[in-house]
Every structure is written in C-alpha cells, then in structure tokens.
C-alpha cells in the first residue's frame, strides 16, 4: 500500500501572495494541504501599515547611517540574486550565516536538482522601513521590512548582524509578515533603536524563555504549560498551521492497512542565539530559529511517499520505504511586550523551510 504524505513547505514557500499600496499592504495566504486524501485550508487576511512614529531625542545614536545601511541591504540583495542566478550558494557566504545561509543553501539545492527556481523564497530589493540599533559594541544588527514585491511577494523582515567591526553585515534572518500583522512601532532610524539581548529582564519573558515557550506550543498546542502566555491559537497562523498538519498527518498513517505512527519535535535551532530589538514602548522584537523534525512510520509493505517537489528534489531520487523522515528549519519573529505588562507574545512572522528529508 502507498501512503501519500504532503511537506508543510509547500503550504508556506514563496507563492504567497499580496497586495501594496504606499498607504497600507495586505498579505493574502492562500494554499491547500493534501495529505492521504484530506485536503486543509490556510486562512487570509491584511495587513495594517508599519507605524513610524515620531520619538524624542535621544543621547545615543545609530551605528549605522541610513545611506550606509542602505548600500549593506542592497549588498546583500545582490549576492542573493547572483546566488539564486548560478544556482551557487558559495556566493552567499560573504553576506549571508546563520539560519538565512542554511535555508537559502538548502533552496539553491532543491533549484539545482529540480533544475527550477519557483521554490527559492522571493525577498523584494526595496524597503519601508529600516530599524538601526545603537550598540558600540559587537555583534550588531540592523532589521529592515521590505515592501511587496511586483509580483505581489509579501512584505519580509530581515535581520542583519554585524560580527566585528571590520566584518561584512550579513542577514541572519528572514520572515514573511503574517496575516493582519500590527508592526510595534520603533524610534526614527536618525536616532536608532538599542538591541535586546536573549537574557533580558525587563520584558515580559527574556527573548531566550519566549521561544522555548513557543517551541513546546507547537508541539504540545492547547496542552503546553505555556499556552495562557501567547495569543490564542486561532489568531496565531503558525501555531494554527502546525496544528492542523499535525492532526492531518497523524490521520494519514491510521488504519489497518498502514497502522503508522507519527512524532515530532521543535527546538530552538542549537548554538544559534535570539536577536532582537527594543520597541518604542518597552517591548522588544525577536527573532530566532527553530529545528523541527518529523519522524513517520508506517507498517512492513506500505510505504509513505512524499508528494511535493521540495521532499523529491531532496531525497535525491531515493526509493520510498515505510519511513519518512522531514527536517525543517523555522524562522520567527515575536513581540515581547514589557515586564510590567499583562498583553500576550505576538507572532509577527514567521518562515518553515523543509531542509533534509530521509527514507531510512
């Protein structure tokens, strides 16, 4: 017997969709899952503008000038476009580490094999805003929300780190903009924004606490310890998502003639810390990765096939056997509100890439 399996990365890869004006955007999310025969919905929604506020003066200034910053994004556009052109992901190595280079390396993988870029995510070249930090120190980081691409690509934010100070910025990270996203507003970029280090006390929950929290959300949804701390699920489009694909894969390998079993673990990403940056009233964004991995067994004779291009192009023309494993690579991006706040942790965004796919 074959069993049908879906990749979520299919769901949520770069053919997402929206709209822009110069006075507001709207994301539109709009895929189906197909897993053994049961077919599933992503919701859609708006967007509300970016809120750029007006902020008094403040002793400290930007690490980087708004030009300056400028020419670093534009660097880094280009070396994306050059490495998706080639299909060569050693010219990401200079402006791209981190989570960003594992994901882009493992897309330029799946072009290659495919010989096809549609599943490379689109990372428009223009921006709306730009958020500079204030630190003397290094490592640093810049953030930038782009527009919407021409083809109606969602707005992104990107994370730039700087390593030392004679280093090259590279983008560490990325994430779509979620449906009906409220941005938290940030000071001017001529007066900068200081960075908020994963440990830090005077929010909410430090950066580093909120995204084991969510982690264990994903995987335990409404059972987690930590479920009263976030938003409600149904307003959260990640945890929806990852709910229903959960419940749609166990489904697919019941049933007497395929009696599979079906794990999954999230944890955030080993070694790799939590950036992120203070908002304008207290809180701070984040941004982190997050390791998830998919375990499916199925019994002797069946076997599990997986159905999107992305799993094909990466088992490599592998037989189908009765296992099936995925690996993902998560990017988030959640607003942690202050310490003396009782408002929950926001998703603001978020990106699962399929990285690494096994049959044995």
Known sequence: MRVSTQNAHAALRSEHRSAHSSRRFTTRVAASIVVAGITLGLAAGCATPVPTPSAPAAETAPALSPDTNATLLADVTDALAAA???????KLKGRLEGPALAVRTSQIE?????DNDDLITDIPTTFQQVIINTDETWPRNSWAITDAGDDLTPPRLLVMQQNSARAHYKMWGWVQLRPGVEMPAFT???????????????LRFTPADAVAQY??????GN??????????????????FMETWKSAQ???????????????????MKDTPVLGVRTFQGGAMIMAALTTHEQMEAMQGATLSPQTK???????????????SATYIDMISLYIPPADSSDPITLLG???VQTAASVD
């Open 84 to 90: 998706t052109k080639d299909r060569d992901a050693d």
């Open 110 to 114: 799946v072009a290659a094999v495919r």
């Open 188 to 202: 001017e970029p001529t007066i900068g924004s200081e960075s908020v280090a994963q440990d830090d006390t005077s």
């Open 215 to 220: 982690a264990d959300l994903l995987v335990k």
């Open 223 to 240: 059972q987690s310890d930590y479920v009263d701390n976030f938003e409600p699920v149904a307003d959260d489009p990640f945890r929806s």
């Open 250 to 268: 166990h489904d697919a390998l019941q049933g007497d003639r395929v009696q599979g079993t079906y794990k999954i673990t999230v944890d955030p």
């Open 310 to 324: 992305t799993a094909q192009a990466l088992l490599h023309g592998k037989n189908p056997t009765n296992k099936l």
């Open 350 to 352: 978020y990106s699962h």
